[in-house]
């Protein structure tokens, strides 16, 4: 498989396409007003510890208090992904009020961004990564990335870099497989000389600020894509493009070859109508090459995914057709996760299959086409309801979050009292306003349709109320109400 990575920089917003063999498989938006916060070091203050559930909130500067739980205080239990890439590890923890206190300072990472209503999760076991290597300092020991999975290669990386360990732990990561001793102790160096200055600015920062900041967007997806996987990277900033070539001599040679500045009239974006997919991305319902779709459901809670057959009848029998539907269904899901940066719970409503072989090919290739994810994910066997239950991992929010917000008319429920459920609320708050207060009459203000309505299919309605009431009642448009808002006014 070879990735092709899109750079497109504006003033105050940084957008990154990852294409793999023509196609959009993942795109990351950083803007100036809301960076990324994964992996910047803060010096907080705990605000309050909660031992009902193991947490404390502490304030580190941001907007809202950031979440610290007591299993991401003790070391070795830190849930971020750099440090374990593939494998999650948990033990007993002590109890939070032991651990921490009001008042207490910290010197804490961020390992996941603020999502929602949440703030962003904390770690205190910091963790700086390059491109090989992690380090941990305040670990001791040397670990291997569980996607090197050969033994001797696992093996050999440990011995490369045991005699250069000078304190501190180390995680050998799934890019370093193959890497040479020389350019892993480079790796070493670097990480400790950036442990320095971070020492450096921890004696002089006060709780509340910001000790170090992560890398911008474009640099981090350098660091982080494995690099025989990259066949061309093409940015439309010159500036940009020179900080990549710099980043890429110091920090992974041979890179710099496959850089290229787009020049290019037309956007960078539009070579592989990269907006279009994004615009795509943003709909609920995905349309299958087959004619049958999915319909993906984004919640706080959770995220469901359905699959129809739709316009495909295939060709055999019922069976055969909802088979290679859940098939072709299975790759889409996967490249739809990772386009939409879609984490947390997932559940997915394949169409019901009668044979327990097509149930089980159906999983394996939702298993197969999420091996390129990145992510960490897990996935179930279909349940008895056939569903299959999974998680992906979710450190940043997803791209309709990132790119909307919730619809000011329906208030993100996706949908709008009908108007006649608004005339009907309108009848009754006129019967509970006349029992209670006396007026001479009676002005109701609402949205065209609304008002078009009780003039039409409720005008019977609104002149035998009329006649209940004893008053008159005008009617009054409001351009600007929406249809479920409403106001009656005593006259």
């Not at 890398?215 to 997806?221: A, G, N, T």
């Not at 539009?270 to 279009?276: G, K, N, P």
């Not at 609920?284 to 959770?302: H, P």
């Amino acid at each position: 498989m070879r990735d092709e990575i899109l750079i497109n920089i504006t003033p105050r917003e940084t957008r990154v396409a990852i294409v793999e063999n023509g196609l959009l498989q993942e795109i990351h938006i950083e803007r100036a007003s809301r960076r990324g916060l994964v992996g910047n070091i803060y010096k907080g203050r705990v605000s309050r510890v909660l031992p009902g559930i193991q947490a404390a909130f502490v304030e580190v500067g941001l907007e809202r208090t950031a979440f610290l739980h007591a299993a991401d205080i003790t070391p070795g239990t830190s849930t971020s992904a750099l440090v374990a890439e593939g494998e999650e590890s948990r033990r007993q923890t002590e109890d939070i009020d032991r651990l921490v206190h009001e008042g207490q300072e910290l010197l804490v990472q961020v390992i996941k961004d603020p999502l929602g209503s949440k703030g962003a999760r904390l770690t205190t076991q910091l963790s700086l990564p390059s491109r090989y290597i992690v380090f941990m300092p305040a670990m001791e020991n040397i670990g291997v990335s569980q996607k090197i999975e050969v033994e001797q290669e696992r093996q050999r990386l440990r011995e490369a870099i045991s005699n250069d360990v000078d304190g501190g732990g180390y995680i050998l990561r799934t890019a370093a497989e193959g890497v040479g001793a020389e350019e892993l102790r480079d790796d070493i160096a670097f990480l400790h000389k950036l442990w320095s200055q971070i020492q450096e600015r921890i004696a002089t920062t006060a709780a509340g600020e910001q000790v170090y900041t992560s890398m911008p967007l474009e640099l981090r997806i350098l660091r982080d894509l494995p690099l025989a996987s990259i066949d061309r990277v093409r940015v439309d900033s010159r500036e940009t493009y020179q900080r990549l070539l710099d980043f890429s001599v110091k920090f992974i040679p041979g890179m710099e070859q496959r850089i290229e500045h787009y020049p290019g009239e037309r956007p960078v974006f539009d070579l592989y109508s990269i907006e279009d997919e994004i615009q795509k991305a943003l709909e609920s319902k995905v349309q299958l090459k087959s004619g049958g779709y999915l319909y993906i459901d984004q919640t706080e809670s959770m995220t469901t995914i359905d699959i129809n057959t739709g316009a495909f009848v295939g060709h055999r029998n019922l069976e055969e057709t909802i088979f290679k539907t859940n098939l072709e269904a299975s790759q889409a899901i996967a490249r739809q996760l990772r386009l939409r940066n879609l984490g947390g719970i997932i559940i997915i409503d394949f169409i019901d299959m009668l044979e327990d072989e097509h149930k089980r090919q159906v999983l394996r290739a939702l298993e197969k086409s999420m091996v390129a994810d990145r992510a960490r994910h897990r996935i179930c066997e279909v349940s008895p309801l056939g569903l299959v239950e999974m998680t992906r991992e979710r450190t940043r929010e997803s791209l309709e979050h990132i790119l909307c917000e919730p619809c000011p008319v329906c208030s993100g429920r996706g949908s709008l009292k009908t108007r006649q459920t608004t005339c009907y609320e309108i009848f009754r708050e006129l019967i509970r306003e006349s029992r209670q207060f006396e007026a001479e009459q009676y002005l109701i203000l609402a949205a065209q349709e609304v008002v078009a309505a009780l003039l039409d299919e409720e005008s019977d309605s609104l002149a035998e109320l009329e006649a209940f009431i004893g008053k008159p009642i005008k009617l009054q448009v409001e351009s600007e109400y929406t249809q479920e808002q409403y106001d009656v006014v005593m006259l």
